[in-house]
């Protein structure tokens, strides 16, 4: 079952009733780690043809936007919608492969590890999501944080396209995620992300972020993001 939030109230739902619903729609995207999910809304709003599906683990942060989202299309309500509870290392059957495109930005916590450190379950999350061909957007900045910098961050290398192309390009491929190319996003390139984190951070002249751009290719092994340890015959030689 997935759990969707609509306001303060919660919902279980089946995979069915997401197909249903999606359905009409020319494709669906999803932003993981969306945050409060006001760009997910507004990208909704402004792409009537598409499904959109925001997850984060922290549901209240999610309760004003689903809200809205929930109400009649007059009022704001948004058919295209959904906002679901889950963390990237938790993806289950019922969401596997719903993303045509996906989207993270400025990850925090074990999702912005994972993706810094190509960690196989975090990897394997962001695959299980997706569908074979669907493209990855993710704009990554370790330094989102004022000091006291979080314990989660302060061990991570510094993330450049260098350490992206020489570190990252194996592990994701690994993952079915295949790396097209990277890149630093200046200042103004942030801003115009348009996210709640994206915004605020321009009020403070963030430092550059990186741009991963990848695809979800097809695997030869099953994925499974349940498991925080790979398949042996597959991360042998690391
Ligand atoms: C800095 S906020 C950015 C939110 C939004 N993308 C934005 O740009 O405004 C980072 C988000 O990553 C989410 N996150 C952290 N760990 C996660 C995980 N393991 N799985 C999914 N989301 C996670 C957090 O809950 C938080 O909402």
């Not at 109230?9 to 945050?35: C, F, H, K, M, N």
């Not at 004003?64 to 290392?89: D, H, I, Q």
């Not at 074979?132 to 510094?158: C, K, M, S, W, Y």
């Not at 963030?206 to 991360?235: F, K, N, W, Y």
Request: proline share 8%.
């Amino acid at each position: 079952m997935i759990v969707v939030v609509h306001g303060k109230l919660t919902e279980e739902i089946t995979r069915a009733q997401v197909e249903q619903r999606s359905a009409p729609y020319a494709g669906v995207r999803v932003d993981l780690g969306a945050g409060d999910g006001a760009w997910a809304y507004r990208y909704a709003q402004s792409h009537p043809d598409r499904f959109v599906v925001a997850i984060d683990p922290v549901r209240e942060n999610m309760r004003e936007y689903s809200a809205r989202a929930a109400r009649k299309p007059e009022r704001g309500g948004l058919p295209n919608m959904l906002y679901v509870v889950a963390s990237v290392e938790h993806i289950l059957d019922d969401l596997r492969e719903i993303a045509d495109e996906l989207y993270i930005t400025l990850p925090w916590g074990s999702l912005m590890r994972g993706l810094i450190l190509a960690e196989p379950q975090v990897l394997d999350g962001v695959a299980a999501l997706t569908r074979p061909g669907a493209a990855v957007h993710l704009v990554l900045n370790t330094r989102i944080f004022e000091d006291p910098v979080p314990i989660e961050a302060r061990d991570l290398p510094e993330l450049t396209p260098a350490y992206v192309n020489e570190q990252l390009r194996e592990p994701y491929e690994r993952s079915a995620l295949h790396i097209e190319a990277t890149r630093e996003l200046n200042a103004d390139e942030v801003a115009a992300l348009n996210t709640t984190w994206a915004k605020r951070l321009s009020h403070r002249h963030p430092p550059p972020s990186v741009l991963i751009e990848a695809r979800r290719v097809q695997r030869t092994m099953p994925l499974d993001p349940g498991s925080s340890s790979p398949p042996v015959e597959e991360r042998a030689g690391e």
